[in-house]
């Protein structure tokens, strides 16, 4: 077990994206407290890994109020006596651009990715310091972090500051012994995140077309990563294995980001 003995803090606990990196830190034996806005995803991943016979805690936090964002690392530390890992992954979205976004909801977008990002990785920090631990934090980019994405312009924004927060924060950290990595998902396969949803015991009404097969088309690879493949990598990122690693980027992409852009998969023998 790569994570046996250590305490993982997820932000955004949903059956999709942070549920599947939540569960796969479990079950290579990390404590871990799942943090949401909607209590229904916080407690429901928790109890899912309490069923699993793993150790959970589920804990309500809007990431923009720092009074919240410390008491669950407190809360953290108290019921398992530190936090060793931080995935910071809130986030929501909004399809909407420039000219049509309106500022209140930039700011409120803005503040959840990349403001709750900055309150746990301070209040994180600053407990392993305290307690001369060593750490992994690892942010979750996008694809849509890298490139420019029209009409999606507070998320893209966002994800693109949220890989030089890592940057940043990776260096200034770096002589407390805590590493800082990002991890980039993409246009995600929604089949597992159903099942996960029912597996967690809520009821799912699974779309009747495959409204992800333009995506699918146009990666590399012809296929898009589950929720455990982003989950595999984090746990990488948290391990030992990855002890020389900071500062760094893990895309998990299928290709995306590394096509030449003229060049459609789809076309064989283009």
């Known amino acids: 077990m790569k994570l046996k003995d250590r305490v993982a803090i997820v ?4 059956p999709n994206i942070g549920g599947g990196i939540a569960e796969a830190l479990a079950a290579e034996g990390a404590a871990l407290v799942a943090v949401d806005a909607v209590a229904e995803n916080a407690n429901d991943c928790a109890a899912y890994i309490q069923g699993q016979g793993g150790k959970a805690l589920g804990i309500t936090c809007d990431v923009t109020d720092e009074a919240q964002v410390k008491e669950a690392v407190a809360q953290a530390v108290a019921t398992f006596g530190k936090v060793d ?3 910071n992954n809130a986030a929501i979205f909004n399809k909407q ?7 209140d909801f930039w700011l409120r977008q803005t503040g959840i990715i990349l403001g709750g990002a900055f309150l746990f990785t301070k209040h994180v920090a600053q407990s392993l310091i305290e307690r001369q631990l060593p750490g992994s934090i690892i942010n979750i980019i996008s694809t849509a972090g890298h490139q420019g994405e029209p009409r999606n312009v507070a998320y893209s924004t966002s994800k693109g500051g949220l890989m030089n927060f890592t940057r940043s924060t990776a260096m200034e950290l770096v002589s407390h012994n ?3 990595n990002s991890l980039t998902p993409t246009a995600t396969d929604r089949a597992e995140s159903f099942d996960r ?3 967690w015991g809520r009821k799912v009404e699974r779309p009747a077309t495959d409204v992800m097969a333009p995506y699918r088309a146009k990666i590399p690879m012809q296929k898009l990563p589950s929720p455990s493949d982003y989950g595999r990598a984090a746990v990488f990122l948290a391990s030992d294995d990855a002890a020389m690693i900071t500062g760094t980027d893990l895309r ?3 290709g995306a980001i590394a096509r030449y852009w003229p ?4 076309e064989k023998g283009m």
Do not use: K, N, Q
Request: glycine share 8%; proline share 4%; charged share 20%.
């Open 11 to 14: 932000t955004g606990t949903s």
């Open 85 to 87: 890992v931080l995935v």
């Open 97 to 103: 651009g420039v000219l049509d976004m309106s500022y």
């Open 178 to 180: 805590i590493r800082v």
């Open 197 to 199: 949803a029912e597996r």
């Open 252 to 254: 998990v992409d299928a």
């Open 263 to 266: 060049w459609d998969p789809s």
